[in-house]
Each structure stands twice: as structure tokens, then as C-alpha cells.
């Protein structure tokens, strides 16, 4: 059973930066797709980002050049730094972790998920 904990949410002021942790268990994090979702109040959950176990980065269209996911197989901990925030990125962030590499935009490609982190951008 892999279990994933976020961090690093929290309210921070349109154009300023946040950075998210997930931390998860296990010892096959370095095989693990690792992923980025949020949810925003009375939205579907959706995809933001996400790394391939070979380092391979995909984004969203609306986070691009403003978000980078990295991970860190030694600290088994995928990150989600987020920079020039804006009022719509508000949501809670959720990370995901998944075997395979082929599909990794939709929710239901994943099989583990974290408890999720609040982002709130202050206009």
C-alpha cells in the first residue's frame, strides 16, 4: 500500500509563490508516475502536472511556464513548485501516484492519492 502526504499549501497574494510536497511510503517511488490534480469548489478534480519515473514532465496548458514538478527518488518526494499564482489556481491540490507512464491526465489513471492541500490565491 503506498500512502502519499502533501504539504506546503496555505493563502499566499496573486503573483507570489508556493511550493507543494508530497511525501509518500514504500520503496518503489522511483517507478512510480507521480501527479499533481486540484479541485476547485464545485469543479471536477483535473489534472495539473505530472513526472514520469524517467523524469519526463507533462502540464496543463494553464500552468505552463508558471508551475515546474520535480521529484526526488531518494527522498521519495514528488514536488509542485508554483510560481505568478493567480485567483483561479485557488483549489485543493491533491497528489497521485500511478504505475505506468503512458496515460497520465485523468484521475481515474491513478490508483493512489493523497489527502490534498488548500492553495488559496488572494486577489
Known amino acids: 500500500q503506498v500512502q502519499l502526504v502533501e504539504s506546503g499549501g496555505g493563502l499566499v497574494q496573486a503573483g507570489g509563490s508556493l511550493r507543494l510536497s508530497c511525501t509518500t511510503s514504500g520503496r518503489t517511488f522511483s517507478t512510480y508516475t507521480m501527479g499533481w490534480f486540484r479541485q476547485a469548489p464545485g469543479k471536477e478534480r483535473e489534472f495539473v502536472a505530472a513526472?514520469?519515473?524517467?523524469?519526463?514532465?507533462t502540464y496543463t496548458d494553464s500552468v505552463k511556464g508558471r508551475f515546474t514538478i520535480s521529484r526526488d527518488n531518494a527522498k521519495s518526494t514528488v514536488y509542485l513548485q508554483m510560481n505568478s499564482l493567480k485567483f483561479e489556481d485557488t483549489a485543493v491540490y491533491y497528489c497521485a501516484a500511478r504505475v505506468g507512464a503512458v496515460h497520465v491526465t485523468a484521475t481515474h489513471d491513478y490508483g493512489y492519492w493523497g489527502q490534498g492541500t488548500q492553495v488559496t490565491v488572494s486577489s
Open positions: 513526472v514520469r519515473s524517467g523524469g519526463v514532465s
